[in-house]
């Protein structure tokens, strides 16, 4: 199994940003995905997720979405602000317990970086 996501960068503050997360080794009907983010001294917590079933559930200016052909999940972000500053990480979990219990995932990406900042 492998999770890795990408696209983070630096934004400006009020911008947008997609992140993608390329998963190979799991079918998306067979786990719930997650999106969760770490700030600096800070717990990792959850932003969006979606359950295998196809429900999702996300934090206000988050949108996860997912492409089954492309074995790719998405994450949309929206009116950034510096607070978003984070690692973002993508994950998947066979438990099927919900998609936002950050400690019941089993597969984790590397993480992507996201800056904001003017």
């Known amino acids: 199994v492998q999770l890795q996501a990408y696209g983070g960068g630096l934004v400006q503050p009020g911008g947008s940003l997609r992140l993608s997360c390329a998963v190979s080794?799991?079918?998306?009907?067979?786990?719930?995905m997650g999106w969760f983010r770490q700030a600096p001294g800070k717990r990792r917590e959850f932003v969006a997720g979606?359950?295998?079933s196809g429900r999702s559930e996300s934090k206000d200016r988050f949108t996860i979405s997912s492409d089954s052909a492309k074995n790719t999940v998405y994450l949309q972000v929206n009116n950034l602000t510096p607070e978003d500053t984070a690692v973002y990480y993508c994950?998947?979990?066979?438990?099927?317990?919900?998609?936002?219990?950050?400690?019941?995932?089993?597969?984790w990406g590397q993480g992507t970086l996201v800056t904001v900042s003017s």
């Open positions: 080794g799991l079918t998306f009907r067979d786990v719930d």
């Open positions: 994950a998947a979990t066979s438990k099927l317990l919900g998609p936002s219990r950050v400690l019941e995932y089993e597969y």
């Open positions: 979606v359950t295998a």
